[in-house]
């Protein structure tokens, strides 16, 4: 992102009012924890706003929403010998993506934490829930009613069939896609002949996994390459394979990732079942 579209965002979030409970502005230096806990509470709050995207600005005061500046500088701040954004990172469950930019904005420096929204689960800090309520970051185990709300949005939203921004074709495993050719086929066997003659959207449009030539987190799932796993955090899709010994021990263990439809015969083949001789 670039310092011109950066500051296009802070006009447009400074024009907000003061009490917008998916923003934070600070105007004070920064500190990691308090950072991990408002990355809860914006993520959390977006979600509950119906918002994409939660912000926390350092650099604007926070009533006036004046531009004061700040002397953080994320690329050199460090949290033991980690980089602050991993460590920061590595303490939110779940995983929720966020990105930290600097910019020069009417010659100060400012700081602009881009944070997504949480899906379905309420994204914690070192194991606890925060949410803002008005101007203030609260604990959400203490405002159970708003948590409740972010849990039921699962109930309303189909999570699978939300379009992956930015992912295309060239992020599907095409084996993956003539598996599901043959399987469509065997389902179908009357459209065999159709099916040899549809492109790979086309097909996939027909077979509903993608939607008016968009790809879908069902996509990702069933026929992303591995590398494309990211469209779809902070979800995780794996396939795990463990092989236990007769007291409960693990001896042996495999994991998949996407795509599922090529996975699931990985693991199967995994499987067996051993005969025994007594003697």
Not at 6 to 35: C, M
Not at 205 to 232: C, F, M, P, Q, W
Not at 239 to 255: E, M, Q, S
Request: net charge neutral.
């Amino acid at each position: 992102m670039n310092n011109n579209e950066l500051k296009i965002i802070v006009d447009t979030l400074r024009a907000l009012p003061q009490e917008t409970e998916w923003i934070e502005f600070k105007t004070s230096n920064f500190k990691p924890d308090e950072a991990g806990e408002y990355i809860s509470a914006l993520a959390n709050s977006a979600c509950l706003h119906d918002k994409p995207t939660g912000y926390l600005v350092f650099g604007i005061a926070g009533k006036s929403h004046a531009v004061v500046g700040t002397s953080f500088e994320p690329r050199i701040v460090k949290v033991g010998n980690e980089e602050i954004e991993n460590w920061l990172a590595h303490l939110l469950s779940p995983r929720v993506d966020f990105r930290i930019h600097e910019c020069d904005y009417a010659g100060r420096h400012v700081v602009v934490f881009k944070i997504d929204a949480s899906h379905h689960i309420p994204v914690k800090f070192k194991g606890e829930a925060f949410i803002r309520v008005g101007s203030y970051k609260k604990k959400l185990k203490d405002y159970p009613e708003k948590e409740r709300k972010i849990w039921l949005k699962a109930e309303t939203e189909d999570w699978s069939a939300q379009i992956c921004e930015g992912a295309s074709l060239e992020d599907l495993d095409p084996l993956a896609i003539e598996k599901a050719r043959v399987n469509y086929k065997s389902k179908f066997p009357e459209k065999t002949q159709d099916v040899d003659q549809w492109d790979d959207i086309t097909f996939l449009n027909k077979a509903k996994v993608t939607i008016k030539d968009n790809i879908t987190r069902t996509a990702i799932l069933l026929l992303g390459r591995t590398e494309s796993e990211h469209y779809i955090s902070p979800a995780d899709a794996k396939i795990r394979w463990v092989l236990k010994d007769a007291r409960g021990n693990d001896k042996d263990y495999h994991i998949e990732s996407c795509p599922l439809l090529l996975a699931v015969d990985r693991i199967y083949a995994k499987i067996r079942n051993l005969k025994y001789r007594y003697i």
